[in-house]
């Protein structure tokens, strides 16, 4: 008897759910690897992990253009990794110049001055991981606006954690980007904690992309844990920045397995809850797919994870054997001396 059922088709093509894949593996692997360093203090500050939210970042990189400039907080290891491996391709060094950042060595990626909460990449268009709570927000507006300004059809994704949209600069920020129509991308990324207080304790509305009725923005929420619906919403939203249209407010419904960084132990949540979003995890999400749509084989996606994890093994040794900055690099790159001249004994 012939069978009814029909095998689910592909909705986009096999490049791009292979490099979904790979760099979502890449994050989670280096992720991994940077928190046990932590825990050998070989890696020192603040350190904040995107493992469970993968899909946020690889997703949108696919659904955005070389030209287009992305700016985060400071859970920001992940973007510059995706976005090298999407524009660098095998040239990529992203996974040596982020792990020698976060081990302060001059290779890294603000020759080591920035550390694991300021990654930038401007050759990616990654403007930056930035450290105040919310404080990325006007700046995501400013570089759509400068876009805007010179006349490019590039735009600005602008993501930020559920618990900065408590700042008054992010409704300053709605408000004036609606009124210009500026090309931005507002991205929530909601994994349900701030720190470690539930959204549920912090406000009245709970489902966050609502805020941007206040201003007649676009807003809708989105499966930040499928890397499909991330790369769809997002690829709507640039439609519309790209047309003049102005802003659009995205919630990405995601979750970090780990704590809100290294010194949280993440008590205030149940085993039951992590693992019930560890089952929705988009990386084994993806890997079904893959094999489902026939686009490659456990053999094959088993020998790519093992390459993953030599080359973050690669990251870590180029880190190590790298030296310190200088003791004069404390005074570079901290104001344009030109115009800016520094009086100094």
């Not at 029909?6 to 979502?24: G, H, L, N, R, V």
């Not at 890294?108 to 105040?132: L, Q, R």
């Not at 409704?171 to 207080?197: C, D, Q, R, S």
């Not at 970090?256 to 992590?274: C, F, Q, V």
């Amino acid at each position: 008897m012939a069978s009814n059922s029909k095998k689910a088709k592909p909705k986009f093509d096999k490049e791009t759910y292979m490099y979904w894949y790979k760099s979502m593996l890449l994050v989670r692997r280096f992720e991994e690897k940077a928190g046990q360093l932590y825990g050998q203090q070989k890696i020192k500050g603040f350190c904040h992990l995107y493992i469970g939210q993968e899909a946020c970042g690889s997703g949108a990189v696919t659904a955005l253009k070389e030209g287009d400039k992305w700016i985060t907080s400071y859970r920001d290891h992940g973007m510059p990794l995706a976005l090298g491996m999407r524009y660098r391709g095998e040239e990529d060094r992203s996974p040596e110049q982020v792990m020698a950042e976060l081990f302060a060595k001059e290779t890294g990626t603000t020759k080591g001055k920035g550390g694991s909460m300021h990654i930038f990449d401007k050759e990616v268009g990654f403007v930056g991981g930035h450290g105040i709570v919310g404080g990325q927000i006007p700046l995501g507006a400013g570089l759509a606006m400068g876009e805007q300004y010179r006349g490019t059809d590039n735009l600005c994704i602008c993501f930020m954690g559920d618990g900065a949209i408590r700042q008054g600069a992010f409704h300053e920020t709605l408000n004036m980007a609606m009124t210009w129509k500026l090309p931005v991308i507002f991205v929530i990324e909601n994994n349900m904690y701030a720190m470690g207080t539930s959204v549920e304790r912090t406000s009245n509305v709970t489902e966050l992309y609502r805020l941007g009725a206040a201003y007649d923005i676009p807003s809708e929420p989105v499966d930040g844990m499928d890397v499909e619906a991330v790369h769809e919403a997002t690829a709507k939203a640039a439609e519309r920045a790209r047309k003049g249209e102005g802003p659009t407010l995205l919630e990405f419904k995601t979750y970090r397995y780990k704590g809100h960084s290294m010194s949280d132990p993440a008590k205030y949540r149940t085993k039951e809850e992590l693992e019930s979003f560890k089952s929705q995890d988009p990386i084994e999400q993806t890997k079904q797919r893959i094999l489902e749509f026939g686009f490659a084989t456990e053999e094959e996606l088993a020998a790519m994870n093992k390459e993953i994890k030599a080359r973050v093994l690669d990251a870590v040794k180029f880190a190590e054997e790298s030296p310190y900055p200088d003791v004069s690099e404390a005074y570079t790159d901290v104001y344009e001396q030109e115009d800016y001249p520094i009086m100094m004994d």
